[in-house]
């Protein structure tokens, strides 16, 4: 017997063996467990199960939605528009779908949805809807849209009328290295900055990506045209998608004309940080634009030419993320035109003496200390580290040491504060007695380390995510496995 049918006769002895008001409640508690937004219509569109966190999306009442229709409880949703309506009418499904409308207290809630017709003997005989609230990350990043659209228009047009703080624009000339391999690493760079080729970046994190980013585009003959950056993996996919290619009325629910970066950046560079963490659908639509050098916004049907530089960066070899189906085969070969290998500095520890002096100057004028020299026994202490954050855990150190200083003029060994050193993880070893499964063990070490950095960056993921040298989406995923949610 296949697996199916053993499951469905599973499923039937349950079924007779509960009866119809204990399945009423177990469906019920589990979707009262459930942390995303869930919402059951029955075949006439009433609401059968509606959960606390759907009603905290969408600030109403659980009782003004049970029990009502889903156009009356929902009254701004076009029935055109409603997930919950083609899954019941037409038996469609709705994955990844981005919405937006207006709940009952006149609020706009936008919502990553998906939604599924359920079925019994043939017949559609409930809708399921389930929901994650993305209206603070697309208010975020529409104000950030607007106001590089608002930027780009003041600079060209020169009617800015703020004296506002310059953003640091990085040169070849801030970065710092006399090491062989490095320097052969920069020459490459400065000859990518002579022309409009494709780059991809390939660099641990902490070394130094976007710096050299800026470099190619600030010492290239693009300087005067737009730069920007984009993280990938700091938007979900139905946000991303519009940030890059903009949105067009029309195209979906609540969407408005909006241009999206590869406009705001033509004629200019564009950097796509981490692009290994973009969604591989998108990576395929990305690789159309590259090929065809013009974009449509969501939604929309012009099609748009752009001149764009693009930069792509990663901080995991490209062949590990082509295995793991994290980057597509086809878009690497596309930006991989000009391909740069920032070594790690562990690779470049003769340059960790000018990186110091470096270091040093910059915090001491920042926090008014007059640490001017530094002693040999710090640089040999420095040296014997692998920094697994490279350059920016060194920066980190000294700038930690220049901070806690005194009236001190020479950074002495008794200023360093050094990460754990390997005598100290090995005691740590040492403690473990055999009374708990050593994964447990290492699980309760692992959970009080994120739970210390956690309160120590005030509660930021992407600043303990950095202290911890893992990518956000990993510590993310820890805190839910630790159940360290913040609430």
């Avoid at 200390?369 to 920094?387: Q, R």
Wanted: proline letters at 3%; glycine letters at 6%.
């Amino acid at each position: 017997m296949s697996k199916t049918k053993d499951g469905a006769k599973n499923l039937a002895l349950i079924r007779d063996k509960l009866g119809k008001d204990d399945y009423i409640s177990i469906i019920d508690t589990l979707v009262k467990m459930i942390d995303e937004g869930v919402y059951i219509v029955d075949s006439d569109g009433k609401g059968l199960f509606y959960n606390e966190a759907m009603a905290k999306i969408e600030d109403v009442n659980i009782n003004d939605v049970l029990g009502k229709e889903f156009q009356d409880a929902f009254p701004g949703v076009e029935l055109k528009d409603s997930t919950l309506f083609r899954a019941l009418k037409k038996k469609e499904s709705s994955k990844k779908n981005q919405q937006s409308y207006v709940n009952l207290r006149g609020k706009k809630v936008t919502t990553n949805n998906m939604t599924m017709p359920v079925f019994s003997k043939g017949k559609t005989v409930a809708a399921l809807e389930i929901a994650k609230d993305i209206s603070r990350i697309e208010e975020l990043s529409n104000t950030i849209q607007d106001l590089r659209q608002k930027e780009r228009s003041e600079r060209r047009t020169g009617k800015s009328r703020e004296v506002k703080p310059k953003m640091k624009h990085y040169h070849f000339s801030d970065i710092i290295g006399q090491n062989a391999k490095f320097l052969q690493t920069i020459s490459l760079a400065k000859r990518a900055a002579e022309n409009s080729a494709t780059v991809f970046i390939y660099g641990e994190t902490g070394t130094g990506k976007e710096l050299l980013a800026q470099s190619i585009h600030y010492d290239g003959a693009r300087r005067d045209s737009p730069f920007l950056a984009q993280n990938c993996a700091a938007m979900p996919e139905t946000l991303l998608e519009g940030i890059l290619f903009g949105t067009a009325k029309g195209g979906f629910t609540g969407a408005v004309d909006r241009a999206g970066l590869f406009e705001q950046a033509n004629g200019g560079t564009l950097l796509l940080d981490e692009i290994s963490a973009m969604p591989y659908e998108l990576q395929s639509k990305l690789l159309r634009v590259l090929q065809e050098e013009y974009i449509r916004r969501v939604g929309g049907t012009e099609e748009i030419p752009i001149d764009v530089h693009i930069i792509a960066t990663v901080n995991e070899p490209p062949e590990e993320l082509i295995a793991a189906g994290k980057l597509r085969k086809d878009l690497y070969y596309r930006l991989n035109v000009v391909n740069i290998n920032l070594p790690p500095l562990r690779e470049r520890k003769d340059d960790i003496p000018l990186l110091v002096e470096s270091f040093l100057d910059k915090h001491c004028k920042r926090f008014g200390k007059e640490l001017w020299m530094v002693s040999d026994d710090v640089i040999k202490t420095l040296k014997s580290y692998n920094y697994p954050g490279n350059i920016r855990e060194l920066e980190n150190i000294i700038m930690q040491s220049v901070a806690l200083a005194g009236n001190e003029h020479v950074l002495t060994r008794k200023l360093l504060h050094m990460p754990a050193s390997i005598r100290q993880i090995g005691d740590v070893a040492g403690q473990w007695d055999g009374s708990e499964p050593l994964d447990i063990y290492l699980d309760n070490i692992e959970k009080e380390v994120i739970r210390r950095t956690m309160i120590e960056e005030g509660g930021v993921i992407s600043r303990a995510a950095d202290k911890l040298h893992i990518k956000r989406q990993t510590l993310q995923h820890k805190l839910k496995k630790y159940r360290m949610n913040q609430r």
